[in-house]
């Protein structure tokens, strides 16, 4: 039998996240070395313009993976019209893929053959996983691609104010800004992001991709939600110690002690194998359908 090939249907932009666009090409790799193929279905003008950078595969489609910030059903049912196995990553929709895979539980309940959720499914860039931190003298601020509240400004100033040195980075997305008189460091999506993630001595981001990479780096993190949602994915880790705390009117410049106790935490949490995690179920369900070897 051929290569079988994935649809990833995705999706992604202010208010919605930029995590879902950026780890697909963590995610194809995984699901390359599965033995699969993966072509693109991307579902807004922001999202094609991304996925024309991506490799796409040809050949059969065997599994569709719905990879989108929003409840939409259109691509489960239509994949299950034509007998196609369905794996949603933190779907919220209710045509009820094959498998529902999520960072933490969904709110309420979501039709799915089986759910699965845990930080052990965080997708961890490579380039990201390839690093090992260091000792930094810098904190490091990123909300997100967007921060389309201008939280990291507001952050970046409080820890300056503190005596901190602080680099703020804007994202691919975010809106302008007028920094002309910032007093501290700010650097546009820049090319070395994961090597500044892993020199920071800690760091401040939303409760979104960047979040889990920094973790799996062993970096203590202060977490400013930009969404209800964020917020209630992040009350456990609060609880658990593996964050530093949440919230712009908490910020402040955390103990040696603290950082130290938070960082070794969350490493042991986010080991960065999500992706071959998913990719092998992937497979399974691809497997099960009867549409690859």
């Known amino acids: 039998m051929t290569r ?7 999706d992604g932009g202010p208010g919605l996240g930029f995590g879902h666009l950026s780890r697909t090409e963590t995610l194809a790799k995984a ?27 040809k050949g059969e489609i065997c599994l569709v993976l719905v990879d989108l910030p929003y409840a939409q059903d259109d691509a489960v ?5 034509k007998g196609l ?20 539980p969904p709110l309420t309940s979501i039709p799915a053959g089986r759910t699965l959720y845990g930080l052990d499914y965080a997708i961890i860039r490579e380039d990201v996983r ?21 939280l990291g400004p507001q952050a970046a100033q409080i ?16 809106r302008e800004y007028d920094f002309s008189d910032a007093p501290y460091e700010v650097v546009h999506t820049p090319d070395n992001l994961p090597e500044l993630m892993a020199r920071c001595h800690f760091a401040v981001t939303n409760g979104g991709t960047t979040l889990m ?15 209800d949602e964020e917020r209630r994915f ?5 609880k658990e110690g593996i964050i530093l705390g949440q919230g712009l009117e908490t910020l402040t410049l955390p103990d040696l002690y603290l950082i130290d106790r938070v960082a070794h935490r969350a490493r042991d949490k986010v080991n960065g194998l999500g992706a071959e995690r998913i990719a092998k179920i992937a497979k399974d369900l691809a497997r099960v359908s009867g549409s690859v070897a």
């Open 4 to 10: 079988g090939v994935v649809e990833v249907v995705v």
């Open 31 to 57: 699901l390359r070395a599965q033995g699969m193929g993966v072509t693109w279905s991307p579902q807004s003008a922001l999202a094609r313009q991304f996925c024309e950078t991506r490799q796409s595969d």
């Open 77 to 81: 049912r239509a994949a299950k019209a």
């Open 85 to 104: 196995a369905t794996l949603g990553l933190d779907y919220l929709g209710e045509a009820g893929p094959d498998c529902l895979i999520r960072l933490n």
């Open 130 to 150: 390839a690093l090992h931190a260091m000792p930094g003298d810098y904190v490091l601020i990123q909300i997100g691609g967007s921060d389309y509240g201008d």
């Open 159 to 174: 820890l300056h104010d503190q005596g901190e040195r602080v680099i703020l980075v804007r994202g691919p997305i975010a």
């Open 213 to 227: 990479e920094l973790m799996s780096l062993g970096k203590a993190v202060h977490v400013i939600p930009q969404t």
């Open 234 to 238: 992040i009350c456990p880790m609060l």
